[in-house]
């Protein structure tokens, strides 16, 4: 249960959250989208509109003050300290283009109640094959150790990504690859690729780069549930 949950919710914000409405780089039917917007609130990383707001707002200044997750202010304050600081430089304007969609503003709406069914999936998925004590293990194990490790995970692209690592891409910032972070989060480790290409769908352009996202993302549109796959190429046109 702990690594199926980890794959599905460490999925819905690197698909869901980053790549589809933060980037935009690519596009799917409404149900698939929904399906994404559950499992990334799964993750308790807050809702699909301040997430990719954020995101986009990182992007846009990167090292810098208005940076929500400056790597310049260290490791500690990328990872998660960042959480625990008044944002001087929130700025609804990132989320406009979000608040526009439906489907976000339905996910945003709802968000405490998907974040209780993803942390009661567990428990009664426990609790149906070993009573109480099965329940109470799974939720501890699946439930909250999986939101931390996905947590986490995630914080390393923040914080790792922007410190330690290779930067065959350009150096306009501080953004690094690390094939490291890339199998804890399916993909997104190819971070200095990715700030170089935003809206590319693939974090990791060849074909053995390990991103299980963008494989997802091609899978879909095999089967006609994704469209409009951008890449770098493609956006140069």
């Known amino acids: 249960m702990f690594a199926v949950l980890y794959v599905v ?17 690519f596009d799917c039917l409404p149900w698939v989208k929904a399906g994404l917007l559950i499992a990334g609130g799964w993750a308790l990383e807050n809702s699909a509109l301040k997430w990719a707001a954020d995101h986009i707002r990182h992007h846009a200044n990167c090292d810098q003050e208005a940076d929500p997750y400056n790597a310049q202010r260290g490791f500690w304050f990328s990872h998660c300290g960042w959480l625990f600081f008044k944002d001087m430089h929130a700025d609804d ?18 968000y405490l ?22 329940g109470l293990g799974c939720f501890l194990l699946a439930g909250v150790g999986r939101t931390f490790a996905v947590l986490n995970s995630t914080f390393c692209i923040n914080s790792v990504c ?24 399916f993909g997104e480790g190819y971070h200095n690729y990715h700030h170089s290409y935003q809206s590319d769908y693939r974090n990791g352009p060849r074909w053995y780069n390990f991103d299980p996202s ?13 469209h409009s796959l951008r890449t770098a190429s493609s956006d140069n046109k």
Not at 93 to 110: E, G, N, T
Not at 165 to 179: E, I, L, V, Y
Not at 214 to 222: A, G, Q, R, V, Y
Request: glycine letters at 10%; zero cysteines.
């Open 9 to 25: 919710t460490g999925l819905g914000i690197t698909v869901g959250y980053h790549r589809l409405l933060a980037h935009r780089s």
């Open 93 to 110: 304007k990132y989320a406009s283009r979000l608040r526009q969609d439906p489907l976000v503003m339905w996910q945003h709406r709802y």
């Open 113 to 134: 109640p998907i974040v209780l069914s993803g942390l009661a999936l567990p428990f009664v998925v426990g609790f149906l094959y070993n009573g109480w004590i099965g």
């Open 162 to 185: 922007h410190l330690w690592g290779r930067q065959p891409h350009g150096q306009a910032d501080s953004s690094r690859d690390s094939w490291l972070v890339s199998l804890l989060t």
């Open 214 to 226: 963008k494989w997802l993302i091609f899978t879909l549109s095999l089967l006609g549930l994704a």
